[in-house]
């Protein structure tokens, strides 16, 4: 059985094609790229069955599958938020056909066997590659490292206490070192809740404005800051999560020209929504770190255009309509993202021509597959996995409710007008999602 492409024009990181391409995949991979290719099919089935299958992509184009690097799914523990299939549902909607689950679960994912628990629910669901992050420390507590060669041995590619920060300097240089000699990515949560102190919103005119207690940007670039220096000492790698801030792309920008191995990520609300967003009250736009000022948007879209930040994260973190109805000190940080991300990108960086598309694409697929070490993914070629996602880069659509298949509704996108849709994701040569015909 094959899936035969057609007609389509591939954008890869480093180039976009100049013609249409047809791409053959069989038993998972591709097996071959050229300008036209034949495959006896049963009709023009464009969704998953028996025989072969043609999509005909005329007018599309072809990207290898996202990948998000930074995702909760909630389960186990929360799955009235959000579980491993709903949240895989949500994630081949939005084009991904990798994800990479967060540790604060309930339990913790800090021990074996809550990896292969969650590896195995997701070859159940069957519809994209989830990839759990281990914790750092036993607990997230902070006082004691996970056993890393365990979680490693399990199926873990990185740790992280994210939805914390690592505050023991001493625990995290020695989680760096360990996670070193055992090839494991280690991903900071960087924000110090010292200096937090309860805040809810940035600290700034508008925090001050609308009286709700400021979280002040120091609280994340001090810890961007002592990560790398910790990395430099070291010589090991460091991946900064969803940064937010101008002077937090300065110190990544500056570490780099240095030679040190940092990475970073932005998400899409920290380069399309400012604290202004938070005037209305509206309990979605409560999000940790907090939206900022326009001038660090801005410094995010460049950084992004520049490489400073490698990845584009959506940070996806449902939550049930009553926990966020508890007024906005009370409600938890964050909201959906898997099935905005792409075209917020597309509205927000490619449209105004501060990105392009083969950029956009190493944003979300090339760099984190890089980072993450899946050597057959992030790129459209022979031999690599068939995880591809074709999309309409033109289609208008409108957010709503109703839409989102995320068990989860807690968007501040609801009502916005994007550009750029997902016809097809494909993962592993199987088409697990299509979009509906209008």
């Known amino acids: 059985m094959g899936l035969l492409i057609k007609n389509g024009i591939i954008v890869n990181a480093d180039q976009m094609s100049d013609k249409t391409q047809d791409i053959l995949c069989v038993d998972g991979k591709i097996v071959q790229i050229t300008p036209s290719l034949t495959l006896p099919a049963r009709g023009r089935e464009t969704s ?5 299958i043609v999509i005909d ?40 056909t990798s994800v990479f689950c967060m540790p604060n679960t309930n339990p913790v994912i800090d021990n074996a066997m809550v990896v292969e628990f969650i590896i195995r ?36 590619l990185a740790l992280s206490d994210d939805g914390k920060s690592v505050l023991n300097s ?84 500056f570490a780099k020209s240095q030679g040190i191995k940092v990475t970073a990520e932005a998400c899409p609300h920290h380069f399309t929504l400012t604290d202004e967003a938070c005037a209305a009250f509206d309990v979605s736009t409560k999000v940790n770190p907090p939206l900022r000022c326009q ?23 449902p939550h049930t309509k009553e926990d966020k109805e508890v007024g906005f000190d009370g ?24 990105i392009d598309l083969p950029q956009m694409v190493d944003r979300m697929s090339a760099s984190p597959a890089r980072i993450m070490g ?42 916005w007008a994007l550009t750029g849709a997902v016809e097809h994701t494909i993962c592993g040569g199987k088409i697990v999602y299509q979009a509906p015909v209008a």
Not at 48 to 52: D, L, Q, S
Not at 62 to 81: F, N, S, T, Y
Not at 139 to 145: A, I, P, R
Not at 214 to 221: F, H, L, R, V
Request: hydrophobic residues 40%.
């Open 121 to 156: 629910e997701a070859a159940r669901v069957g519809l994209c590659n989830v990839y759990p992050i281990g914790a750092i420390t036993k607990g997230q507590n902070d006082q004691e490292l996970t056993d890393m060669a365990e979680l490693k041995a399990a199926g873990c």
């Open 374 to 415: 899946l050597r057959n993914k992030g790129v459209i070629e022979q031999g690599f996995d068939a995880d591809i996602t074709i999309i309409d880069e033109n289609k208008e659509w409108t957010v709503t409710p109703e839409g989102f298949v995320s068990k989860s509704k807690n968007s501040p996108f609801i009502g």
């Open 48 to 52: 998953a069955g028996e025989g072969n």
């Open 331 to 354: 409600a938890p940080f964050g909201l959906i993202g898997l099935e905005t991300s792409l075209g917020l990108t597309i509205k927000a960086l490619v449209k105004p021509g501060i």
């Open 295 to 317: 001038e660090d948007v801005e410094a995010v879209k460049a950084a992004i255009a520049d490489g400073t930040i490698d990845c584009i994260v959506t940070d996806h973190a």
């Open 57 to 96: 992509a005329k007018g599309k184009k072809v990207l290898p599958g996202l990948i998000d690097m930074h995702v909760h799914l909630r389960q186990p523990g929360r799955e009235d938020k959000e579980t491993i299939e709903t949240g895989s549902r949500a994630a081949v909607k939005g084009g991904f």
């Open 170 to 253: 001493r625990l995290f240089r020695l989680a760096m070192e360990y996670a070193g000699m055992l090839g494991l990515l280690i991903i900071e949560h960087c924000q110090d809740p010292l200096l937090t102190a309860g805040g809810v919103m940035n600290e700034g005119e508008v925090s001050t404005r609308i009286g709700l207690k400021g979280d002040p940007g120091i609280a994340e670039t001090v810890t961007v800051a002592r990560d790398i220096e910790i990395a430099h000492y070291l010589d090991a790698r460091v991946h900064l999560a969803h940064m937010s801030l101008k002077r937090s792309m300065d110190l990544v920008r």
